[in-house]
């Protein structure tokens, strides 16, 4: 039985960039692996200046890594073919703004080869999707920031990828917009398409990925399942249901004995993504460099 190669594999990536004469090469990127499985929710974090957007670009194949390799469905993704089942949103997407909504998606329609009642078909269901129909025939200058975002991420999912990045897909856009480019992403998850998401906004983050990343000065200080990294390693928590104070008082070896007592959940006390973040984060800044 054949295995399905990840959505997204890089396998120790290091970017150099040049600099001014007889200085040093800057590292944007030092030694960062990420694999990500089809389906999947993934959020990279770290502040500005981090890597994030540099191992993204990498990542589609806009910069070419100094060493290391990047994967999209198990081809490099320096090669064209890589991208065809890729959607793609920039944090800061230009539209020709004398377009209407509609005409916009046509436009990345027929770019990706798309024509006919095809294209109709699908301009029409993404325009639903994103919320946007009342508005299609609106032209694109007069839209605010959250609904240029639901176009562009409309515009990503032109041609049915099955991969969608997204760099900092909330930014600037206001708490209602950012809620509604969230419930998105829960549909997407729930069509089996596959999200990386970069983002600065570590609630939003927390709320709809599986697994995330945290880079801090172009290293990776932090990987894994969501619900790992934010459990308090040395504490346990019990919550119980209709239990007396006497059962407080023993509590383990009571629970196994009183047929009263109900346990609802047994785990490690979850910390938040941002003070997990900023734990990492200063850990680095303190160590020697």
């Known amino acids: 039985m054949s295995v399905s190669p990840p959505a997204v594999e890089i396998r120790h990536l290091v970017k150099d960039f040049k600099t001014s004469f007889r200085r040093q090469p800057l590292r944007a990127v030092d030694d960062v692996s990420i694999r990500i499985m089809p389906g999947e929710v993934y959020g990279l974090i770290g502040p500005n200046g981090s890597g994030k957007s540099t191992t993204m670009k990498a990542l589609l194949g806009l910069v070419a890594p100094t060493s290391g390799q990047c994967a999209i469905f198990g081809k ?16 800061n997407p230009y539209f020709y703004k ?3 909504g509609k005409e916009t998606l046509e436009f990345y329609g027929k770019l990706c080869g798309i024509r006919g009642s095809t294209l109709k078909d699908r301009v029409t269901e993404l325009l639903e999707l994103v919320d946007l129909t009342d508005a299609s025939h609106r032209r694109i200058g007069g839209y605010s920031k959250g609904m240029l975002q639901r176009i562009g991420l409309a515009q990503a999912l032109i041609q049915r990828p099955r991969l969608v990045i997204l760099d900092e897909p909330t930014a600037g856009v206001d708490p209602i917009g950012s809620r509604e480019i969230r419930d998105l992403i829960f549909k997407l998850r729930e069509q089996g398409i596959t999200v990386f998401l970069c983002s600065h906004l570590l609630e939003q983050v927390q709320e709809v990925c599986d697994h995330v990343g945290i880079i801090f000065r172009g290293k990776m200080v932090k990987e894994g399942r969501l619900e790992d990294l934010i459990a308090i390693e040395d504490q346990t928590e019990l919550i119980l249901k209709d239990a007396d104070p006497g059962l407080i008082a023993e509590i383990e070896a009571l629970i196994a004995r009183d047929a009263k007592a109900e346990l609802i959940r047994s785990g490690k006390p979850r910390t938040t993504l941002e003070r997990l973040f900023l734990r990492e984060t200063k850990r680095q800044e303190t160590q020697p460099k």
């Not at 490099?76 to 944090?91: A, I, Q």
Request: hydrophobic share 30%; no cysteine.
């Open 98 to 100: 004398h377009l209407s």
């Open 76 to 91: 490099d993704s320096l090669k064209v073919d890589s991208r065809n089942e890729v959607g793609f949103l920039p944090e």
